[in-house]
């Protein structure tokens, strides 16, 4: 039995169709990634080692076993860039924080929304979707993202919406990154936090009704 690291855009019947496995061969060999108790596959990560069949010719070349403990799993690219933004705040008085416009910029905002105080918390994930080399949604209003990507159990990084869903950018519910939850709340890393990046807990209550959690490929 080899490892492969899971590259982006890969899912299990792409892999185990790439080492000529069938798909319960691959949950054979892999069965920490089926969710406990049910058929439900988990998110992969890029990056991560699953086990394949050594005799798939013509598949992709197998990561070497030493090369990384057989459970690692890296956090998704966007959540690694956005923990490096806890911390980026709005600015007191009339001067902008540049960082705040930056994510304000990737969605095209420009002229009078240009400013820290314009809501940002979409812009926010936005920027660090494009920067982790995916494509995101584009846009600033939280609404816009309900259909973006696609639907996915509560995994850690997955963008969490949040409501009251409305087609104004400034009322329209929260959006941010998931970071853990509890038995009533999520506990998102967000931006537009209190006028901040941070992590904070919002109640499961205000979690959209149809597929809240939502993944980049």
């Not at 005799?55 to 090369?67: F, M, R, S």
């Not at 009322?171 to 990046?197: C, E, M, P, R, Y």
Request: with cysteine.
């Amino acid at each position: 039995m080899a490892q492969y690291s899971v590259r982006p855009g890969d899912n299990p019947s792409k892999i185990a169709a790439s080492f000529g496995m069938t798909l319960d061969q691959f949950q054979y060999s892999n069965p920490d990634l089926v969710e406990y108790g049910t058929s439900r596959w988990k998110v992969l990560f890029p990056g991560q080692l699953v086990n394949v069949s050594d005799a798939g010719a013509g598949g992709p070349v197998a990561a070497p076993v030493a090369t990384a403990p057989v459970d690692f799993a890296a956090p998704p690219p966007w959540m690694q860039i956005a923990i490096m933004e806890v911390g980026v705040q709005e600015w007191a008085g009339a001067a902008d924080n540049p960082r705040i416009l930056e994510y304000l910029r990737s969605c095209g905002i420009s002229g009078s929304l240009l400013h820290d105080e314009t809501a940002w918390c979409a812009a926010f994930v936005n920027w660090c979707v494009k920067n982790s080399g995916y494509q995101p949604r584009g846009s600033a209003k939280v609404s816009d993202w309900w259909s973006w990507g696609r639907p996915v159990v509560p995994t850690y990084g997955a963008i969490c919406i949040l409501q009251p869903l409305t087609v104004d950018q400034a009322g329209s519910g929260h959006i941010g990154f998931l970071h853990a939850q509890d038995d009533t709340n999520v506990w998102l890393l967000s931006g537009n936090s209190k006028n901040q990046v941070r992590i904070s807990a919002y109640p499961k209550s205000k979690l959209i009704p149809n597929a809240p959690f939502r993944w980049a490929f």
